[in-house]
């Protein structure tokens, strides 16, 4: 029978998609891309904004008008979030975010029974469900997932309450997983999670700087990156780490999400900006060239045009080399829906603009540093005639010829765009 799997959001998603496509394969199932002509169709979805909500809704529409008599599956964060809703949608299997690893059995169960599955699980406190993935498409990158859930409960955030209570994959699990994907090929890996930064937190016996130690000494890995990290999870012995520690990459994603006092303390953000710009510095100093990238929302309830510009100002202080801009997203059942002065769509819509602006400023003037210098690169794939990697600290680098990809090569930088370097074999 064919399947295929379609996939909304975050890392996570990704992650626990592959590892349900292998266990599907490992079974005598075969992929197809093609959803019309499956047997059977997996939808991983995502809840973080209403958009994604609509389109994962959307998606699982088409897919019963497209292919009536496959099987439908679907799972993640808006089977979660929208769970009434999607009850009446003729989906066959329904679960949230547990129960991903018992894919197969619960598609067996159903060819066997022809009888609709429905399961959550209204428990904050649920396990860390176990999955390792064997080996990734692109023989560069692999994503490991250590973590999932989250505690923090931002006022404009849904996801503490899909995904439930932080909980970590063991740290000899971890390992294991790594080296069985640097045997296969992997040079790099990336380690996400709901709230990556919180790896091991519950356990109290080891922490996200432990973990990268220990995968520092696998023979044949390069790099070790992180996906995302809050600021409060920024420690001086992380710092530490990714002034000594080679291997770790010099690209961090740290969420700011507001640059205005003010509104952090309305999303319930656990820092001030004082804190944040203090860990930076020493992030900084610890890496000079380090790629720091960031989320901000731009409209949320209360923001004034001062606030905004408060913002602005504090970005640039920062001086981030990229801003992923959202306009504010209603999510019913968290704390910001409720909260007065709910900004209109227009005013919303014209504040991601003007960020947006800034932030193309910021990457091209990071991008720009590194003419004239020499880089390490790692080719993962060719196009056109043309090499495409990526730097340790995430520059996109072109060179105009085919190289062999999964290796490195020294790269002069030559000229700048916003979103990419080029560059020449030195």
């Known amino acids: 029978m064919k399947f295929t799997i379609l996939t909304f959001g975050c890392k996570v998603n990704a992650y626990e998609s592959t590892f349900m496509k292998e266990q599907l394969l490992i079974n005598g199932y075969c992929y197809s891309d093609d959803y019309k002509e499956s047997d059977i169709v997996i939808v991983n979805t995502c809840s973080v904004t209403n958009t994604a909500d609509n389109k994962c809704k959307k998606m699982i529409r088409n897919i019963r008008r497209d292919n009536q008599n496959c099987l439908l599956m679907v799972c993640g964060c808006t089977a979660e979030n929208k769970r009434e809703e999607l009850n009446d949608l003729d989906i066959d299997i329904l679960i949230g975010n547990h129960d991903k690893g018992q894919v197969v059995k619960l598609i067996n169960d159903f ?4 009888k609709k599955y429905v399961k959550f699980y209204d428990d904050r406190n649920i396990p860390f469900e176990e999955m390792k993935v064997d080996s990734f498409t692109e023989l560069t990158r ?7 859930g989250c505690n923090n409960f931002c006022a404009y955030c849904i996801i503490p309450y899909l995904r439930g209570n932080i909980r970590s994959k063991k740290i000899d699990d971890v390992i294991l997983e790594v080296n069985n994907l640097v045997l296969k090929g992997h040079k790099e890996i990336v380690l996400t999670g709901i709230n990556t930064g919180a790896y091991g937190r519950e356990t109290g016996l080891y922490d996200l700087t432990d973990l990268i130690r220990k995968l520092s000494l696998i023979e044949g890995l390069e790099r070790i990156r992180v996906s ?15 002034r000594v520690n080679s291997k770790l990459c010099g690209h961090l994603h740290v969420s700011l999400q507001s640059g205005s006092e003010k509104v952090l303390k309305l999303m319930n953000r656990k820092y ?23 989320d901000v929302i731009v409209g949320f309830p209360g923001e004034t045009e001062d606030d905004f510009l408060e913002c602005i100002n504090f970005c640039l202080e920062v001086g981030f080399s990229k801003i992923h801009v959202f306009p504010y997203s209603k999510r019913e059942g968290t704390k910001a829906a409720t909260m007065p002065l709910q900004i209109p769509n227009n005013i919303k819509k014209e504040r991601a603009r003007r960020l947006i602006a800034i932030d193309e400023d910021l990457q091209l003037e990071f991008n720009k540093r590194f ?33 062999k990809e999964n290796t490195f090569y ?10 990419k370097v080029f560059g020449n074999l030195r």
């Open 111 to 114: 060819i066997l029974n022809k």
């Open 142 to 148: 692999a994503y490991v997932k250590i973590q999932d």
């Open 228 to 242: 995302s990290i809050e600021i409060t999870e920024i420690n001086d012995k992380f710092i530490n780490e990714l």
């Open 272 to 294: 001030t900006k004082e804190e944040y710009l203090e860990k930076i510095k020493k992030i900084k100093e610890a890496r000079p060239d380090i790629n720091l990238t960031t």
């Open 371 to 403: 003419v004239g210098q020499v880089v390490k690169v790692l080719i993962e794939e060719n196009k056109d005639g043309m090499a495409i990697g990526h730097t340790e600290n995430f520059l996109k680098v072109i060179i105009k010829e085919n190289l």
């Open 410 to 419: 020294d790269v002069v930088i030559e000229s700048a765009l916003i979103d």
